[in-house]
């Protein structure tokens, strides 16, 4: 499959996205996709893309051995606060903002869920599955506004100081 925006470390930069306000985190659609599998695999790939798709996985393997949920969540965990610290280290964003690593965490979540139950409908217009492929997509959408909270919204131009006499 052909990756968006190049080979790993750069978003697609596209109007209004994630990538577009801090050149250095992925879209919610990238991360859509590496929590499907699509991306986050490489170790040249972006450090978010592969903890998303490293949480989805976690996610599918909490679902399939709940006898290993403490042991898996508390990998989650680790993903979770790995990805707080590579933001807080790359940006200069608010001591209590919100958990960028809980939100990718989220989106692995909702991601998981929607294909389970896509996976074992009996019918695929099941109201289920609806609700729940627009909640990931929802949260992947919900990314760019959370980092621009986050991280902050570049100015689109410097100010220039009058010239002349006051």
């Keep these: 499959m052909r990756r968006r925006g190049g080979p790993g470390r750069r978003g697609t930069g596209a109007p209004g996205t994630a990538a ?75 001591a209590q903002a919100r958990s960028l690593g809980a939100a990718v965490d989220g989106l692995a979540a909702a991601q998981v869920r929607a294909t389970v139950l896509l996976r074992d409908a009996e019918t695929v217009d099941d109201e289920r599955i609806r609700a729940a492929w627009f909640l990931a997509g929802s949260l992947a959408n919900w990314w760019g506004e959370l980092v621009e909270q986050h991280v902050g919204s570049p100015r689109p131009y410097a100010r220039r100081r009058p010239r002349g006499p006051r």
């Design 20 to 94: 577009e306000l801090h050149p250095g985190i992925p879209d919610g659609h990238e991360l859509l996709a590496a929590c499907c599998g699509h991306i986050g695999d490489r170790t040249d790939d972006h450090p978010v893309t592969r903890a998303a798709r490293q949480l989805a996985e976690l996610h599918l393997a909490r679902r399939r051995s709940p006898v290993r949920a403490a042991e898996i969540d508390c990998r989650r965990r680790e993903i979770v606060v790995h990805i707080d610290r590579w933001v807080s280290d790359r940006t200069a964003a608010a």
